[in-house]
């Protein structure tokens, strides 16, 4: 039987040790005071924990390369709704933004991304073809993309499709879909 702290909790669970501990205080997550006071919590009740919360599967080799998301939009607003909105999920991924297509391309090449968010209305940017740039290269095109536009018709929708994207949602944003389709895709 497999023995945590409460810190290798949260490291297994891919969220802060304080998280885990508030689950403990909340009466949500069982845990046993060892000698000298500290905490001690089964595997099996944090599998079991994580299931009965669709909280996601308590993998520590998961856990510990935490997702990268690469969030590319010029408007500022948009990108910070969206980077709040990842931060306050469960999974616990690792965020960075570009405000330009130049800066998304060095990005994607430093930064490597699981996934891309990308507005393809920028004015330096032709989505269409970041896309497809992504998917062709063998180095890049296991980027998942999900691309936003405050302009998406069943047209453009089909079209970045076909040029790689992975999901599509139009502006404004219905951020707890996007919360779904991002886990989903680099789960």
Known sequence: MKIFTISQAGHYCGVP???????????????E??????????????????????????????????KKILVVDDDDIIVETIVQCLEEDAHCYELIS??????????????????????????DINGYEVCRKIKSNKDTHDIKIIVLSAYMDEKSYQK??????????????????????VAKLIS
């Not at 570009?98 to 004015?123: N, Y």
């Not at 499709?161 to 951020?175: H, I, N, R, V």
């Open 98 to 123: 570009a405000a330009d297509g130049f800066e998304a391309e060095a990005q994607i090449k430093h930064f490597c991304p699981d996934l891309l968010i990308l507005d393809i209305m920028m004015p």
């Open 17 to 31: 040790p304080e998280t885990v501990l508030g689950w403990i205080k909340d009466g949500k997550l069982s845990a």
């Open 33 to 66: 005071m060892a000698a000298g006071g500290h905490r001690r919590i089964r595997k099996d009740d944090v599998d079991r924990f994580l299931k009965e919360n669709s909280l996601g599967p308590g993998d520590l080799s998961r856990a510990e390369e935490r």
């Open 160 to 181: 970045m499709k076909e040029f790689g994207a992975d999901a599509c949602f139009s502006k404004p944003l219905p951020l707890p879909e996007l919360r779904q389709q």
